[in-house]
């Protein structure tokens, strides 16, 4: 039995636990509770979850036994970190989102009734959702040292003596001045002012005849 120190979500303190104030018996349902979250923790292979089988579901929770017994799903105390790497963890998504692509591209994957699928038609959603899949499985390790090759190459560039200009979207522009305007207008209890619009059809004066 061990003392935990436990975080209290919402601050920034912790509370002390210390497990062997507790019976036997209430240790042992308290652990079976614990071990039921954890083995069911679904990983990111699953999509939405009235499309997992038994099977799906089964194996999900052997591969979750197989990490407690390796020491591999220990919390640390703190919230999950999802890598200590956020730019590489970034570009390894990245890389394997082109991956899945490439394939998708290829014919290589298709949807769950095996009919060719196309690139435009798929979820941003959906594409993230295999991209994690791709980084927790075999070839994670190899889109990672991949990530990590093309953030070195990208800190080594140098733009000594390149000059360039940007110019700036004149719509992008005058939607930031027309929000502007509405929002000081709404401050100050009024109505945003309406832009003229250009009359239609001939010449808007009336000629005058002596």
Known sequence: MAVHTIPIRGTEQSVEVDSGKF???????????????????RSSKFGA???????????NANERVEELYAEKARRGGKKAKKSDNTAEETEAKRLAK??????????????????????????????????DAMLAGPD???LRAAARANLAAAAGLKFEGI??????????????????????????????????QK????????????
Do not use: C
Not at 26 to 41: G, P, R, T, W
Not at 105 to 131: M, P
Not at 199 to 204: L, R
């Open 199 to 210: 009359g239609k059809g001939k010449g808007g004066l009336i000629a005058k005849h002596n």
């Open 98 to 131: 082109i991956k899945a692509k490439d394939q998708v591209r290829a014919g290589a994957i298709r949807d769950d009734k095996g009919n060719l699928i196309k690139v435009s038609k798929v979820s941003a959603a959906e594409w993230t959702r295999v991209a």
């Open 23 to 41: 019976s036997d018996d209430y240790y042992s349902a308290l652990m079976q509770e614990i071990l039921e979250l954890k083995v069911n923790k």
């Open 163 to 196: 000059q360039f200009t940007l110019n700036e979207d004149p719509k992008k522009v005058k939607a930031a001045a027309e929000a502007a305007a509405k929002k000081k207008a709404e401050k100050a209890g009024k109505t945003a002012p309406v832009p003229p």
């Open 49 to 59: 979850m009235k499309d997992a089988t038994e099977a799906m579901l089964v194996a």
């Open 140 to 142: 994670g390790d190899a």
